[in-house]
């Protein structure tokens, strides 16, 4: 399974960004699907899952900014970042957790930053 993230750039604190995790096939209706980020010198943070039945959690640090979404047609799931602030830079991923695997599958990452 290949994830595809993309929409990540620069941006001034308050903007928005639209991120993009684009999947193989018909993984969204199988897996439920995360999205991470890491900034540098931290531990991987959990940020906002969207299960296969559509029920979505966030973590409380972007409650309220960010929104998951999926395209199962486009075969993508998104996450759009609002009110952004330095602490938020970071290089974000998704990642699939498909039932007949123990372990997620990753994207490659793409990177968020954030200027004050």
């Known amino acids: 399974v290949q994830l595809v993230e993309s929409g990540g750039g620069s941006v001034q604190a308050g903007g928005s960004l639209k991120l993009s995790c684009a999947a193989p096939?018909?993984?969204?209706?199988?897996?439920?699907m995360d999205w991470y980020r890491q900034a540098p010198g931290k531990e991987r943070e959990f940020l906002s899952t969207v299960r296969v039945d559509g029920t979505t959690i966030y973590a409380d640090s972007v409650k309220g900014r960010f929104t998951i979404s999926q395209d199962t047609a486009r075969n993508s799931v998104y996450l759009q970042m609002n009110s952004l602030k330095p602490e938020d830079t970071a290089v974000y991923s998704c990642?699939?957790?498909?039932?007949?695997?123990?372990?997620?599958?990753w994207g490659q990452g793409t990177q968020v930053t954030v200027s004050s």
């Open positions: 096939g018909n993984i969204l209706s199988r897996c439920g």
């Open positions: 990642a699939a957790n498909c039932p007949w695997r123990g372990r997620p599958y």
